[in-house]
């Protein structure tokens, strides 16, 4: 599975016009999916690549703090699910009015219709007390835990698998019900399994929940709120906003 060494010449630095294509589709029809799960196992050679995919993140200082629980018993599975249960209440009740008959109406996992959960660890003891890069910035492990999770979840879509991500669960909780030891981080509960469709935006987007905000918004010049003094980079941006 490990790809051979193969150094990148300056002629194919540039992925082709396809393979460039190939990834922005991964990422922009990647989709958070709760509902539309088929019961269909995934063959393991697709899952291993899946797992792959998450293993090449960058990580800081190479430290690879991951892990991953790959998760088919049920018996674990409706014990998350009560987990979430208990969470989701609590979470309900911080929404009045429209808002909350609006967020009881969404589904937000897919915990036991997926045929696959996956636990996404981060290991922060991972390397010995002195990883390169990490000594200002501890939480740098986390973040190379998340970065495996977009992988997995990109590739994933270039495979027709859809993935819902979890976080509406008490972390101790979490961590006990997979036995999970002290230094081990639960950073990711995942669904995965095929679908009937990917949506063509977020659910929570269409369900008007909350709408994507405009880039040209969210760009800042050299300080912060200061505007862009790129001028045709902040043209493109408003542009592409309307
Ligand atoms: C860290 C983290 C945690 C969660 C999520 C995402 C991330 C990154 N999302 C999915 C989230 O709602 C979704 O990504 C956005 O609504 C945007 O939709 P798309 O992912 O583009 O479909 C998510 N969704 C859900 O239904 N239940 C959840 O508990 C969570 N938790």
Request: glycine share 6%; net charge negative; with cysteine.
């Amino acid at each position: 599975m490990e790809q051979e060494f193969n150094p990148v010449t300056a002629s194919d630095a540039c992925f082709s016009e396809s393979e460039r294509h190939g990834l922005y589709r991964a990422i922009y029809e990647r989709r958070d999916v709760r509902s539309q799960f088929l019961p269909d196992s995934i063959p393991a050679d697709v899952l291993a690549r899946l797992l792959q995919a998450a293993h090449h993140a960058p990580s800081v200082g190479f430290m690879q703090p991951w892990d991953f629980m790959v998760i088919e018993g049920d018996e674990v599975r409706a014990s998350i699910l009560a987990l979430f249960e208990q969470e989701n209440q609590k979470a309900a009740e911080c929404f009045e009015g429209e808002r909350n008959d609006l967020y009881r109406s969404l589904k937000l996992q897919g915990i036991v219709e997926s045929p696959l959960n996956l636990c996404i660890t981060c290991d922060r003891s991972r390397g010995g007390p002195h990883v390169l890069g990490r000594n200002s910035i501890v939480e740098t492990d986390l973040f190379s835990t998340c970065l495996a999770v977009q992988n997995l979840w990109l590739a994933a879509r270039a495979e027709g698998v859809g993935v819902g991500w979890v976080s509406i669960l008490d972390q101790a909780q979490l961590s006990d019900a997979l036995n999970l030891p002290d230094h081990v981080y639960p950073v990711a509960y995942l669904c995965l399994g095929y679908v009937s469709e990917f949506l063509d935006q977020p659910e929570l987007e269409a369900k008007g929940w909350r709408s994507r905000l405009p880039l040209s918004e969210l760009v800042h010049g050299d300080s912060w709120g200061q505007p862009l003094e790129n001028g045709p980079l902040d043209a493109l941006l408003r542009d592409q906003s309307r």
